[in-house]
Protein backbone atom coordinates (compact mmCIF):
# COMPACT_ATOMS: atom_id res chain seq x y z
CA UNK A 1 0.00 0.00 0.00
CA UNK A 2 1.94 2.96 -1.24
CA UNK A 3 -0.34 5.45 0.40
CA UNK A 4 0.04 9.08 -1.15
CA UNK A 5 3.10 9.59 -3.68
CA UNK A 6 4.35 12.59 -4.91
CA UNK A 7 7.09 13.21 -7.45
CA UNK A 8 9.27 14.58 -8.34
CA UNK A 9 11.11 15.04 -5.34
CA UNK A 10 13.26 17.49 -5.94
CA UNK A 11 12.89 20.15 -8.59
CA UNK A 12 14.54 23.66 -9.92
CA UNK A 13 12.81 25.56 -12.57
CA UNK A 14 14.11 29.14 -13.75
CA UNK A 15 11.43 31.96 -13.30
CA UNK A 16 8.71 32.08 -15.85
CA UNK A 17 8.88 28.02 -16.32
CA UNK A 18 5.66 25.86 -15.93
CA UNK A 19 6.06 22.86 -14.61
CA UNK A 20 3.28 20.37 -13.01
CA UNK A 21 3.59 18.24 -9.45
CA UNK A 22 2.28 15.17 -9.37
CA UNK A 23 0.38 13.54 -6.57
CA UNK A 24 -1.60 10.42 -6.51
CA UNK A 25 -3.03 8.34 -3.45
CA UNK A 26 -4.38 5.14 -3.23
CA UNK A 27 -6.83 5.09 -0.32
CA UNK A 28 -9.72 6.09 -2.06
CA UNK A 29 -9.94 8.98 -0.38
CA UNK A 30 -12.49 11.93 -1.41
CA UNK A 31 -10.17 14.86 0.29
CA UNK A 32 -7.32 15.65 -1.28
CA UNK A 33 -5.32 18.84 -0.36
CA UNK A 34 -1.26 20.53 -1.27
CA UNK A 35 -0.03 22.76 0.90
CA UNK A 36 3.28 24.82 1.34
CA UNK A 37 5.89 24.52 3.63
CA UNK A 38 7.68 27.63 4.32
CA UNK A 39 10.37 28.53 7.27
CA UNK A 40 8.15 29.83 9.94
CA UNK A 41 5.25 29.49 8.44
CA UNK A 42 3.79 26.00 9.15
CA UNK A 43 2.24 24.41 6.08
CA UNK A 44 -0.43 26.52 4.27
CA UNK A 45 -3.05 25.44 1.64
CA UNK A 46 -3.13 26.08 -1.44
CA UNK A 47 -6.01 24.37 -3.38
CA UNK A 48 -7.83 21.66 -1.67
CA UNK A 49 -10.73 18.82 -3.38
CA UNK A 50 -13.56 17.12 -1.56
CA UNK A 51 -14.10 14.62 -4.84
CA UNK A 52 -13.47 13.92 -8.30
CA UNK A 53 -14.22 17.04 -10.37
CA UNK A 54 -14.52 19.10 -7.40
CA UNK A 55 -11.87 22.18 -6.14
CA UNK A 56 -11.48 24.69 -4.52
CA UNK A 57 -8.97 27.74 -3.26
CA UNK A 58 -6.95 27.81 -0.05
CA UNK A 59 -5.30 30.26 2.00
CA UNK A 60 -2.51 31.00 -0.81
CA UNK A 61 -3.82 29.51 -4.33
CA UNK A 62 -2.29 32.47 -6.50
CA UNK A 63 0.12 31.35 -8.89
CA UNK A 64 -1.26 28.09 -8.87
CA UNK A 65 -3.88 25.60 -10.47
CA UNK A 66 -5.34 22.20 -9.75
CA UNK A 67 -7.62 19.31 -11.46
CA UNK A 68 -9.01 16.59 -9.60
CA UNK A 69 -10.57 13.89 -13.12
CA UNK A 70 -10.15 10.89 -10.87
CA UNK A 71 -10.24 10.62 -7.27
CA UNK A 72 -6.58 8.99 -7.41
CA UNK A 73 -4.65 12.03 -8.96
CA UNK A 74 -4.44 15.55 -7.69
CA UNK A 75 -1.54 17.35 -10.14
CA UNK A 76 -0.67 20.98 -8.97
CA UNK A 77 0.54 23.20 -11.62
CA UNK A 78 2.83 26.11 -11.21
CA UNK A 79 1.81 28.51 -14.15
CA UNK A 80 4.85 31.13 -14.35
CA UNK A 81 7.16 29.67 -11.84
CA UNK A 82 8.25 32.81 -10.00
CA UNK A 83 11.25 33.02 -6.62
CA UNK A 84 8.43 33.38 -4.38
CA UNK A 85 7.40 29.79 -4.99
CA UNK A 86 10.72 28.33 -3.87
CA UNK A 87 9.33 26.25 -0.84
CA UNK A 88 8.50 22.34 -0.03
CA UNK A 89 5.09 20.92 -1.38
CA UNK A 90 3.13 18.41 0.49
CA UNK A 91 0.38 16.35 -1.04
CA UNK A 92 -2.20 15.36 1.39
CA UNK A 93 -4.86 12.65 0.95
CA UNK A 94 -7.66 12.70 3.96
CA UNK A 95 -10.53 10.45 4.94
CA UNK A 96 -13.65 11.57 6.51
CA UNK A 97 -15.53 8.30 7.47
CA UNK A 98 -17.55 8.29 10.42
CA UNK A 99 -15.96 10.58 11.94
CA UNK A 100 -12.31 8.83 11.50
CA UNK A 101 -10.07 11.99 9.91
CA UNK A 102 -6.38 11.84 9.33
CA UNK A 103 -4.11 13.44 6.60
CA UNK A 104 -1.78 11.00 5.21
CA UNK A 105 1.13 13.35 3.41
CA UNK A 106 3.16 12.53 0.77
CA UNK A 107 6.81 12.90 1.05
CA UNK A 108 7.19 16.37 -0.53
CA UNK A 109 8.77 17.81 -3.17
CA UNK A 110 11.67 20.59 -2.83
CA UNK A 111 11.19 23.39 -5.41
CA UNK A 112 13.85 26.14 -6.32
CA UNK A 113 12.97 28.50 -8.86
CA UNK A 114 15.89 31.12 -9.73
CA UNK B 1 -11.32 31.73 8.98
CA UNK B 2 -9.04 29.57 11.57
CA UNK B 3 -5.97 31.00 13.11
CA UNK B 4 -3.56 28.48 15.15
CA UNK B 5 -0.85 29.61 17.35
CA UNK B 6 1.76 27.32 18.71
CA UNK B 7 4.59 27.84 21.17
CA UNK B 8 7.40 27.60 21.41
CA UNK B 9 9.19 27.55 17.78
CA UNK B 10 12.28 25.49 19.43
CA UNK B 11 11.83 23.58 22.35
CA UNK B 12 15.21 21.69 23.95
CA UNK B 13 15.44 19.18 26.77
CA UNK B 14 17.55 16.41 28.14
CA UNK B 15 16.89 12.56 27.40
CA UNK B 16 14.19 11.47 30.17
CA UNK B 17 12.40 14.95 30.48
CA UNK B 18 9.27 16.00 29.87
CA UNK B 19 8.47 18.66 26.72
CA UNK B 20 5.22 20.57 26.37
CA UNK B 21 4.21 22.51 23.46
CA UNK B 22 1.54 24.44 23.47
CA UNK B 23 -1.38 25.41 20.53
CA UNK B 24 -4.05 28.08 20.11
CA UNK B 25 -6.92 28.29 18.29
CA UNK B 26 -9.16 31.12 17.35
CA UNK B 27 -12.50 29.41 15.66
CA UNK B 28 -14.63 28.36 18.09
CA UNK B 29 -15.99 25.75 15.97
CA UNK B 30 -12.81 23.46 15.37
CA UNK B 31 -13.74 20.48 16.79
CA UNK B 32 -11.02 18.39 15.69
CA UNK B 33 -7.39 18.75 16.66
CA UNK B 34 -4.51 16.44 15.62
CA UNK B 35 -0.72 16.55 15.92
CA UNK B 36 1.60 15.48 13.43
CA UNK B 37 5.26 14.74 13.85
CA UNK B 38 7.58 15.93 10.56
CA UNK B 39 11.10 13.76 10.46
CA UNK B 40 13.58 15.42 8.48
CA UNK B 41 12.88 14.65 4.44
CA UNK B 42 9.51 13.31 5.33
CA UNK B 43 5.90 14.45 5.23
CA UNK B 44 4.17 14.77 8.39
CA UNK B 45 2.77 11.82 10.40
CA UNK B 46 -0.06 11.82 12.90
CA UNK B 47 0.62 10.94 16.08
CA UNK B 48 -2.16 12.25 18.32
CA UNK B 49 -5.56 13.51 18.32
CA UNK B 50 -8.62 14.69 20.12
CA UNK B 51 -11.84 15.59 19.51
CA UNK B 52 -13.83 18.77 20.97
CA UNK B 53 -16.07 16.24 23.23
CA UNK B 54 -12.86 15.23 25.16
CA UNK B 55 -10.59 16.47 27.19
CA UNK B 56 -7.44 14.76 27.50
CA UNK B 57 -6.23 11.25 25.28
CA UNK B 58 -3.23 9.37 26.33
CA UNK B 59 -1.45 6.82 23.46
CA UNK B 60 1.59 5.54 25.93
CA UNK B 61 4.22 8.31 26.17
CA UNK B 62 2.01 11.09 24.53
CA UNK B 63 -0.97 12.99 25.58
CA UNK B 64 -3.16 15.87 24.46
CA UNK B 65 -5.25 18.19 26.60
CA UNK B 66 -7.86 20.54 25.25
CA UNK B 67 -9.12 23.33 27.30
CA UNK B 68 -12.17 24.47 25.16
CA UNK B 69 -13.32 27.67 27.12
CA UNK B 70 -9.80 29.06 26.32
CA UNK B 71 -9.06 27.44 22.94
CA UNK B 72 -6.32 26.15 23.87
CA UNK B 73 -4.95 22.55 23.44
CA UNK B 74 -1.13 20.96 24.33
CA UNK B 75 0.93 17.55 23.46
CA UNK B 76 3.19 16.21 26.24
CA UNK B 77 5.82 14.17 25.89
CA UNK B 78 7.38 12.55 28.84
CA UNK B 79 9.98 10.33 29.38
CA UNK B 80 11.61 11.36 25.99
CA UNK B 81 13.52 9.82 23.95
CA UNK B 82 16.41 10.84 20.77
CA UNK B 83 13.74 9.71 18.58
CA UNK B 84 11.60 12.21 19.62
CA UNK B 85 13.16 14.82 18.16
CA UNK B 86 11.46 16.30 14.54
CA UNK B 87 9.61 19.28 13.78
CA UNK B 88 5.90 18.78 15.60
CA UNK B 89 3.09 20.79 14.17
CA UNK B 90 -0.90 21.10 15.95
CA UNK B 91 -3.61 22.07 13.74
CA UNK B 92 -7.42 22.46 13.97
CA UNK B 93 -10.14 21.75 11.85
CA UNK B 94 -14.21 21.95 11.75
CA UNK B 95 -16.20 18.69 11.11
CA UNK B 96 -16.88 18.22 7.20
CA UNK B 97 -13.88 20.51 6.14
CA UNK B 98 -11.54 17.45 6.32
CA UNK B 99 -9.08 18.86 3.68
CA UNK B 100 -8.59 22.07 5.11
CA UNK B 101 -6.50 21.46 8.32
CA UNK B 102 -5.05 24.80 9.61
CA UNK B 103 -1.61 24.35 11.00
CA UNK B 104 0.73 26.01 13.57
CA UNK B 105 3.82 27.24 12.80
CA UNK B 106 5.85 24.08 14.02
CA UNK B 107 8.00 23.49 16.94
CA UNK B 108 11.27 21.73 16.26
CA UNK B 109 11.99 19.53 19.50
CA UNK B 110 15.59 18.72 20.17
CA UNK B 111 16.09 15.76 22.83
CA UNK B 112 19.58 16.05 23.77
CA UNK B 113 21.50 12.87 25.13
Known amino acids: NAGVTQTPKFQVLKTGQSMTLQCAQD?????MSWYRQDPGMGLRLIHY???????DQGEVPNGYNVSRSTTEDFPLRLLSAAPSQTSVYFCASTSDRRGNTEAFFGQGTRLTVV | GENVEQHPSTLSVQEGDSAVIKCTYSDSASNYFPWYKQELGKGPQLIIDIRSNVGEKKDQRIAVTLNKTAKHFSLHITETQPEDSAVYFC????????????FGTGTRLQVTL
Open chain 1, 27 to 31: MNHEY
Open chain 2, 91 to 102: AAIRSGTASKLT
Open chain 1, 49 to 55: SVGAGIT
